[in-house]
T-cell receptor, first 115, second 111 residues
Framework: KAGVTQTPRYLIKTRGQQVTLSCSPI?????VSWYQQTPGQGLQFLFE???????NKGNFPGRFSGRQFSNSRSEMNVSTLELGDSALYLC??????????????FGPGTRLTVT | TQLLEQSPQFLSIQEGENLTVYCNSS?????LQWYRQEPGEGPVLLVT?????EVKKLKRLTFQFGDARKDSSLHITAAQPGDTGLYLC???????????FGKGTTLSVSS
């Protein structure tokens, strides 16, 4: 079956702009998690959605937000972009909540560059 | 403070050598996972361990979960160039909570 897809794959934005990233999970998966990956900090958890409800949230400012639709597709939004937001944003889907030992399937990521 | 500490951060070895990567914490985890990530791709799950002392083998890779469920190790026997990548450990403090990732170990195996 098709894997996790993320769009767009690459994005260049200017400081102060906002951006929306999209994630389509594997069919049948109800949990979608978002992560930010940078060379210095590694993979950091942003938030997790399950059945359209945010179930877990990482330690990121309110500029980072997300939502999940009834078909499990998810979007994350970053407002008022800062240079430090440049990163690879990864989406992962799973059958159940990520901390429950369920396998997480990652998408290829969206590479965001803020200039 | 990183909840999951991985060591070493970088490892460069020759084909055929053995290696061990460590994932340590002062906290107890209900489960721990190991992923491998290649450039331009997302991480791919290698194994999940849930029981203290558990040992799992995946071909030349051996994974062990510490008895106290605070640490884990990944041992690769006779490394091959195809093993090159970023190895990440990730743990859940309890079911239903978010996965916490270590910063990873970058492995380079040259022929």
């Amino acid at each position: 079956k098709a894997g996790v897809t993320q769009t767009p794959r690459y994005l260049i934005k200017t400081r102060g702009q906002q951006v929306t990233l999209s994630c389509s999970p594997i069919s049948g998966h109800r949990s979608v998690s978002w992560y930010q990956q940078t060379p210095g900090q590694g993979l950091q958890f942003l938030f997790e959605y399950f059945s359209e409800t945010q179930r877990n949230k990482g330690n990121f400012p309110g500029r980072f937000s997300g939502r999940q639709f009834s078909n499990s597709r998810s979007e994350m939004n970053v407002s008022t972009l800062e240079l430090g937001d440049s990163a690879l944003y990864l989406c992962a889907s799973s059958l159940g909540l990520g901390g429950g030992g369920y396998e997480q399937y990652f998408g290829p990521g969206t590479r965001l560059t803020v200039t | 403070t990183q909840l999951l500490e991985q060591s070493p951060q970088f490892l460069s070895i020759q084909e055929g050598e053995n290696l061990t990567v460590y994932c340590n914490s002062s906290s107890v985890f209900s489960s721990l996972q190991w992923y491998r990530q290649e450039p331009g791709e997302g991480p791919v799950l290698l194994v999940t361990v849930v029981t203290g002392g558990e040992v799992k083998k995946l071909k030349r890779l051996t994974f062990q979960f510490g008895d106290a469920r605070k640490d884990s190790s990944l041992h690769i026997t006779a490394a091959q160039p195809g093993d090159t990548g970023l190895y990440l450990c990730a743990g859940a403090r309890q079911a239903g909570t978010a996965l916490i990732f270590g910063k990873g170990t970058t492995l380079s195996v040259s022929s």
